[in-house]
């Protein structure tokens, strides 16, 4: 079974920088990720995806401010974030398809909010 746990979310002043992180467990094989962020009455965007061969594509929105990468042997996945804006609040989520299926898994989130 798939499992993907998030952690680097907290609280930032408008400006500032934080770095997410996804360990990514149940699989071994080079997947497509994702990260997406919902915010309080919003729908599920998607940020930032990097596919199996390591092609990149953002949100306009987070371009040239978010960085998605991966550590393949560490099944880890991660986003930087820099210049935070207040706008940028929200939970995000990891996701991974599962290759060679197209299965989705998603972690369970983690809170990152952005102070003006």
């Known amino acids: 079974q798939v499992q993907l746990v998030e952690s680097g979310g907290g609280l930032v002043q408008a400006g500032g920088s934080l770095r997410l992180s996804c360990a990514a467990s149940g699989t071994t094989s080079i997947n497509a990720m994702g990260w997406y962020r919902q915010a309080p009455g919003k729908q599920r965007e998607l940020v930032a995806a990097?596919?199996?061969?390591?092609?990149?594509n953002y949100a306009d929105s987070v371009k040239g401010r978010f960085t998605i990468s991966r550590d393949n042997a560490r099944n880890t996945l991660f986003l930087q974030m820099n210049s935070l804006k207040p706008e940028d609040t929200a939970v995000y989520y990891c996701q991974l398809r599962r290759w060679p299926t197209t299965e989705n898994y998603w972690g369970q989130g983690t809170q990152v909010t952005v102070s003006s």
């Open positions: 990097i596919s199996r061969g390591g092609s990149t």
